[in-house]
């Protein structure tokens, strides 16, 4: 992967006008999904990925460009791609969800995904949505501001995509496969990566690893994103503070920072400042991407590693600056950077929170367990919202919707878990769910306010939730139970972060409000990719409106078939 953002890999069409060459802003790609026999850890083995790179290549475009993938499918295994925080608005076709609003790309087969970044800019990402492929096919999306247009904070003399990530050294579909025969969780990675490499591990001292290269005095914006499959991550360099001033590409009030938190399907963009051109500018800085976990669950302790590596340092230098990652169970320090985010509320870019809401909802989430008698203890972990497990449809949930396919999903998702309970208490007695594949209906241009409560059952634990074809506000969270009655009045309705991808605490409660002005149907899902896989995910449906521009475009004739 090139250190520094590639704009090569653009094929731009171009226009002709009064003499003048002029950007039409429509951006092509073409992404062979192939096989690459890639070594890390000292070991080699074939992966998925994008044109035979790992990470993928990076998308770049400009604010309200307009963007179209070719995906080809060479590989044995049915494929999609989804544009991780793409509003797609209107064209839910190419969001890319297996079977929430495509069918699968087959082996053999080709879709074209057709998107425009309508008023969005910023870091982004792209990535499988199917199986666990993610772990291998991801990659970033720089959205540039429109010609003119500076950012809101002084411009960085670079910028640079910093992607982490985790690696197996084991087949990830077997990982998972072997995961569901057992009805047990699923073994956790070997080592944590940055741009494809997790530097010197135990046992392997020669893996290579990533330098970001750079000079005495300067400023440089690293677009850092985890696209991780199981774990919430650390990221902090040596002898270094950052300056964030974007996550999930919208615009922050700028703060410092020793280290981020970053949970799977975020994006973070921080400035480095790097040291004047003395003996602080001589030399490697470390840079570390550990695990974030304050619940007994196991994760993968192996460091992450890279170097910052000043321009002035000499070739047999051999000084590095170390730093330790943050513990593991290092709360504090995550809800540190957490409560520090608001958004910008500037002029330029004001806080738009809905004020009133018409929707209400509650979400109870968390994990539960249901009879297998071919399991390991005759029962298998699963996940569920509401009571609700949710089953994949064998057709699309968009299609569906669109051509009133009857019999595919119900629309009466509960708004509300059918019992409460202490939900962070000490549950005992039934730990079953309901298996059902349900959707909550919303009207057209309706606010909706979630809550999203982590509940105890078998284990309290964070659970990043990503929201798709929709930004939302972040206007409240806590520890414990949540309550109707006093936490509202504490919400934050003037300048709460805007993201589409959010932590519920472990043992607490997160609120989120947004407005459904995008017709289609929109998936609501842990990104821990193994809860997905038991089944903590909804959908959304919203209704079309009734103006030119609010209802859902028709399919485009190449749509996958089931």
């Known amino acids: ?88 608005i209107r064209t839910g076709w190419s969001d890319g969800p297996a079977y929430i609003t495509q069918c699968p790309i087959q082996p053999g087969q080709t879709y074209l995904y057709n998107f425009t970044l309508t008023g969005q800019r910023g870091t982004l990402l792209w990535h499988a949505h199917i199986l666990w492929l993610r772990a291998t096919v991801h990659g970033a999306i720089v959205v540039l501001p429109k010609l003119g247009v500076p950012y809101p904070f002084p411009k960085p003399d670079k910028e640079t995509v910093v ?21 047990l969780a699923s073994n956790v990675s070997d080592a944590h ?10 046992g392997c001292n020669s893996q290579k690893m990533f330098d970001i290269k750079v000079e005495p005095a300067k400023k440089y914006m690293l677009r850092v994103i985890n696209a991780g499959l199981n774990e919430e991550l650390f990221f902090k360099i040596a002898g270094h503070h950052l300056t964030v001033v974007e996550v999930d590409a919208t615009y922050v009030k700028p703060f410092k920072t020793n280290s981020i938190i970053i949970a799977p399907g975020q994006t973070t963009n921080v400035i480095l400042e790097t040291h004047n051109n003395n003996t602080n500018s001589i030399g490697k800085f470390l840079v570390v991407v550990s695990p974030f976990m304050d619940a007994p669950i196991p994760v993968d302790n ?58 209400t909802l509650f979400f109870a989430v968390g994990l539960g367990i249901n009879p297998c008698p071919t399991c390991v203890n005759g029962s298998r972990v699963v996940a569920d919202i509401n009571n609700v497990t949710f089953v994949m449809p064998t057709i699309s949930l968009l299609q569906a919707h669109y051509f009133n396919i009857s019999g595919v999903f119900t629309d009466d998702f509960p708004g509300n878990p059918p019992v409460p309970f202490n939900y962070t208490g000490n549950r005992v007695g039934n730990f079953g769910t309901t298996n059902g594949t349900r959707v909550y209906k919303l009207e057209y241009n309706s606010t909706v306010q ?7 059952m078998i284990a309290a634990e964070n659970h990043p939730f990503h ?43 997160t609120a989120i409000r947004f407005r459904a002005d995008n017709p289609g149907v929109w998936f609501l899902h842990c990104h821990l990719e193994i809860h997905t896989t038991w089944g903590l995910k909804m959908a959304f449906l919203v209704e079309n409106g009734n103006g030119p521009h609010q209802t859902i475009l028709p399919p485009p004739s190449d749509f996958p078939k089931c």
Not at 37 to 52: E, Q, Y
Not at 306 to 319: F, K
Request: a positive charge.
């Open 193 to 202: 990566t940055i741009n494809g490499y997790p530097g010197p591990v135990q």
């Open 467 to 509: 929201l798709h074809g929709f930004n939302f506000f972040v206007v409240g969270k806590g520890l414990g139970n949540y309550n109707p009655k006093n936490d509202p009045k504490k919400f934050n309705l003037v300048d709460p972060v805007e993201r589409n991808t959010i932590g519920v605490p472990s043992g607490g409660w």
């Open 302 to 359: 192996v460091t992450g590693i890279a170097t910052v590596r000043y321009s002035t340092t000499l070739p047999t230098a051999l000084t590095t600056t170390l730093t330790a990652p943050p513990p593991i169970n290092a709360t504090k320090v995550a809800n540190n950077f957490t409560d520090s985010l608001r958004g910008l509320n500037s002029k330029e870019y004001p806080t738009m929170v809905p004020q009133k809401v018409d929707h």
């Open 163 to 183: 992607v982490l990530g985790e690696w197996w050294k084991s087949d990830v579909e077997a990982v998972i496969n072997e995961a569901l025969k057992s009805g």
């Open 1 to 88: 992967m090139a250190t520094w953002i590639d704009r090569g890999l653009i094929v731009v069409i171009v226009c002709l006008l009064s003499a003048l060459v002029i950007e039409c802003r429509v951006r092509h790609y073409k992404f062979n999904v192939v096989l690459k026999n890639t070594t890390r850890l000292c070991s080699t083995k074939p992966i998925v990925t994008i044109n035979g790179r790992f990470p993928g290549p990076t998308i770049v475009a400009r604010e309200d460009d307009t963007i179209l993938v070719k995906v080809v499918n060479h590989v044995k295994y049915n494929v999609s791609i989804h544009w991780h925080g793409v509003r797609q």
């Open 450 to 456: 979630l809550v999203l409560q982590d509940t105890a």
